[in-house]
């Protein structure tokens, strides 16, 4: 079992950035994706970028495309998310989870492993 722990959200104005922090306990397969989900009041979880374990390969939302970047730290068993240029659309809890390396990385329905999530709200 994965065990994940998120950090870093909090209360931003618009324009604004943060940086997401996922502690990751130790992976059964060095080439797990690693991904980060959000999840509005009344609305559907859902992908926001995500990051092969051993390959770095990285994946994103059209929406959050070149305002995000998603990163890890081998030595700190550690995922980021740097999230720059917010918007109050992207309040949120953000949430880090894990899957094996032949899931589809870009569906919450193909995670096992997941955080508690963390609060990000930006005020316009």
């Known amino acids: 079992q994965v065990q994940l722990e998120e950090s870093g959200g909090g209360l931003v104005q618009a324009g604004g950035s943060l940086r997401l922090s996922c502690a990751v306990s130790e992976l059964p397969f060095r080439n797990y994706g690693m991904g980060w989900f959000r999840q509005a009041p009344g609305k559907e979880r859902e992908f926001v970028a995500a990051i092969r374990w051993k390959t770095a390969t990285t994946f994103y939302a059209n929406s959050v495309k070149d305002r995000f970047t998603i990163s890890r730290d081998n030595a700190k068993n550690a995922v980021y998310l740097q999230m720059n240029s917010l918007k109050p659309e992207d309040s949120a809890v953000y949430y880090c989870?894990?899957?094996?390396?032949?899931?589809?990385?870009?569906?919450?329905?193909?995670?096992?492993?997941w955080g508690q999530g963390t609060q990000v709200t930006v005020s316009s």
């Open positions: 989870g894990a899957c094996s390396p032949t899931a589809s990385i870009h569906s919450a329905s193909a995670y096992d492993n």
